[in-house]
């Protein structure tokens, strides 16, 4: 990682070739996506279809929760790691010829700054900012705000810092206990040893998205009725509204 990739690019090997080990390692992650799909199934809005740009959509699990409950959005998925990408378009290829999907090789960040002002009815993610640096992050939310029609919603699963760091702490130790308990048997300390390199990456100073934290950064930006509906842990479904 550098300044000019301010976000994590490990998906691009081993992760990235084995992301749905995941769903073994980290079954609220997949919760996540499932509650991103029920948030976005729920947004009621005026255009038609609904405008939806997805920010690292992966190899299509949060993807899919979307275009499974609701058939009147068009959804732009964006990712820069052409591993996860590709088995997206292979995944997903039904809904691509039914022209609900589409996809952008971009960064998150060049992605956004390429949208018009007020032209998006919602932009979700799962599992994507906690990837980034901080100011990167912020970079990308004001671009969020940006891109949202007036009353557009930002839907987020991802991890989320507990504000208090101690008992934070207890649960980054459990989940490496769980990595250790599903790897190691099947003997896969390679991808054992880039998870925990992965996770250490996420609890960084620079990284982590401690939810207090978080919630001011959204506020300042402008965003309105920030709210936590669910919460796994260190994981949480946030939703918040451009007003």
Partial sequence: MSNNTPYDAMFSSIIGKEYDMLQLICPAATEMSRLVGIAVNAYVGTSEPLQVVELGG???????????????LHILSVDNEPTMQDQAKVHLKQWVDEGQL???????LTALQNLANNSVDIIASAYTLHNFLNSYREDVLKEIFRA????????????YALNDSRQHTRLIQEEIG???????????NDLLEQWIVHLFNDES???????SVAFQQMQSIGFMRINVSDRIAGNALVTAVKP
């Fill in 58 to 72: 992966g190899t299509g699990i949060t993807t899919l929760a979307m275009l499974s409950g609701k058939n009147n």
């Fill in 102 to 108: 589409s996809f952008c090789g971009d960064d998150a």
């Fill in 148 to 159: 949202l029609k007036p009353n557009g919603q930002f839907i987020n699963g991802d991890r």
């Fill in 178 to 188: 769980r990595y250790f308990n599903v790897l190691t048997p099947m003997q896969r």
């Fill in 205 to 211: 100073e620079d990284h982590v998205m401690r939810e």
